[in-house]
């Protein structure tokens, strides 16, 4: 009798082993798979719930943000007034000249051109007290005009040309007039200014004043040799040519 209930015994429990792996697993198993399933259900939702064809949002380009705008600024007009174009232009024997226009032209901003002879003077020439020196020879024919080396170029775009020089026998070496004979100065605004031991500027640009009639001639002004920066650009400023 025990041999045949060991027997019996051990196959009720053969029999419920196969029960069990016929069977299904866990609860758990299941609600794994059904989160699986939901998790890639609500991705599709919200692809669908951000695509911009059916938002009605535009997409943004490369760079953009969407409160960017172009930038009209360049093509705006300025309202800032221009200035007007300078020039200093001037003759020095003997870099007196040139010191006073070296001032103008850097506190103005303006250009500065210097006026070169095509044979340049030498001590000699320069002999006020010989009648036959060259100096002396020009300034006793008005008619004498002494060559220059090079021009100014595109004289046009200048409002404004200052015209320095020496004094020679009270009035503008004849060189100077060589140069204002060479331009149409037709507009534009010209200023004499000079420069001379003890001389005053007197009528020295009368008859630069005469060869360029078609300008607006203002008041020049004598400067001594050691005439500073600011009583330079004082005269100037009193012009008001801006």
């Known amino acids: 009798m025990k041999r045949i209930a060991k027997v019996l015994l051990a196959v009720v429990m053969v029999l419920s082993l196969a029960?069990?792996?016929?069977?299904?697993?866990?609860?758990?198993?299941?609600?794994?798979?059904?989160?699986?399933?939901?998790?890639?259900?609500?991705?599709?939702?919200?692809?669908?719930?951000?695509?911009?064809?059916?938002?009605?949002?535009?997409?943004?380009?490369?760079g953009e943000t969407p409160d960017s705008k172009p930038d009209d600024s360049a093509s705006e007009p300025s309202d800032e007034p221009e200035g007007s174009k300078i020039l200093v232009a001037y003759f020095s024997a003997t870099n007196i000249t040139e010191g006073v226009a070296q001032k103008l032209a850097d506190g103005l901003g303006a250009?500065?051109?210097?006026?070169?002879?095509?044979?340049?003077?030498?001590?000699?020439?320069?002999?006020?007290?010989?009648?036959?020196?060259?100096s002396s020879v020009e300034m006793n024919d008005t008619s004498v005009r002494p060559a220059i080396s090079g021009s100014v170029e595109n004289m046009e775009q200048y409002d404004v040309v200052f015209i320095g020089y020496p004094i020679w026998w009270g009035e503008a070496p004849r060189i100077m007039s060589t140069f204002i004979e060479s331009y149409d100065f037709t507009g534009k605004t010209l200023v004499a200014f000079c420069t001379s031991?003890?001389?005053?500027?007197?009528?020295?640009?009368?008859?630069?004043?005469?060869?360029?009639?078609?300008?607006?001639?203002?008041?020049?002004?004598?400067?001594?040799?050691?005439?500073?920066?600011?009583?330079?650009?004082?005269?100037?400023?009193?012009?008001?040519?801006?």
Not at 45 to 59: L, R, V
Not at 121 to 132: A, K, V
Not at 207 to 231: I, V
Not at 233 to 238: D, I
């Open 111 to 134: 250009d500065l051109y210097e006026i070169m002879p095509e044979h340049p003077y030498t001590d000699e020439d320069l002999d006020y007290g010989n009648s036959e020196s060259r």
């Open 19 to 62: 029960a069990c792996a016929s069977g299904k697993g866990p609860a758990g198993d299941d609600s794994n798979s059904n989160s699986i399933q939901n998790a890639a259900d609500n991705s599709q939702t919200e692809d669908k719930a951000t695509t911009p064809s059916e938002t009605g949002e535009e997409s943004e380009q490369p």
């Open 197 to 242: 031991a003890s001389s005053g500027f007197g009528s020295s640009d009368s008859a630069l004043r005469s060869a360029a009639d078609g300008a607006t001639w203002l008041d020049g002004r004598r400067f001594s040799a050691g005439a500073s920066a600011e009583d330079v650009l004082a005269w100037a400023n009193e012009l008001e040519i801006n």
